[in-house]
């Protein structure tokens, strides 16, 4: 029996709702995904300033927000002699 996991997409409207549940400016959560304010901006305005094209919310940014909101930091690798890795690929 597969376990199916459902991706939903983010939009330009829940990085807006993530961003002011966080409590952060539009500045702190572009440093916070690593992304400039502009390219932020952008992304909850859901359109390129210049052109006007839709600015799509990629998986990475999303996964991103769900770490953050959950208090997970960037992933470090754990010294050879740590046994502590939860992936059963380490």
């Known amino acids: 029996m597969s376990t199916l996991f459902v991706y939903r997409i983010m939009t330009h409207e829940t990085l807006k709702a993530w961003r002011e549940c966080m409590g952060y400016t539009q500045r702190r959560a572009a ?14 305005r859901g359109a ?14 999303a996964l991103a927000c769900g770490a953050l909101a959950a208090g997970v930091g960037e992933w470090v690798m754990p010294p050879p002699e740590a046994s502590a890795c939860p992936a059963p690929s380490c």
Do not use: K
């Open 31 to 44: 440093e916070s995904l690593g992304v400039s304010l502009v390219t932020y901006q952008r992304m909850e």
């Open 48 to 61: 390129n300033f210049d052109t006007g094209r839709a600015m799509p919310i990629d998986r990475r940014t």
